[in-house]
């Protein structure tokens, strides 16, 4: 079993800035993708950032150069940092993570953490 478990999240005014962290857990043998989606009210899902194992990052149209999405490897978490917000950045973000296990693949997602931007 793998675990995801978003941090970070919270109530901040535009313009400001929050680092959101995911930490993945459990029976691990290798990541191969991390990556962070929202999803405001309404709205589908849409991908913020991710980060492959081989350092190949992607970003969201939205977000590019406002964004940077990074990795601790040792400690098989990845981290979102969100600078010059917008009321338009609200939603729920969710951390998703891709990899070996003990016994196969994995897929799994986090309970997402609420991000709120005040205009």
């Known amino acids: 079993q793998v675990y995801v478990a978003e941090s970070g999240g919270g109530l901040v005014q535009a313009g400001g800035s929050l680092r959101l962290s995911c930490a993945a857990s459990?029976?691990?043998?290798?990541?191969?993708?991390m990556g962070w989606y929202r999803q405001a009210p309404g709205k589908q899902r849409e991908l913020v950032a991710s980060l492959t194992s081989r350092g190949s990052t992607n970003y969201g149209d939205s977000v590019k150069g406002r964004f940077t999405i990074s990795r601790d490897n040792a400690k098989n978490t990845v981290y979102l940092l969100m600078n010059s917000l917008k009321p338009e950045d609200t939603a729920v973000y969710y951390c998703?993570?891709?990899?070996?296990?003990?016994?196969?693949?994995?897929?799994?997602w986090g309970q997402g953490t609420q991000v709120t931007v005040s205009s």
């Open positions: 998703n993570v891709k990899g070996v296990r003990g016994f196969g693949n994995f897929d799994d």
């Open positions: 459990g029976s691990i043998f290798s990541i191969n993708f």
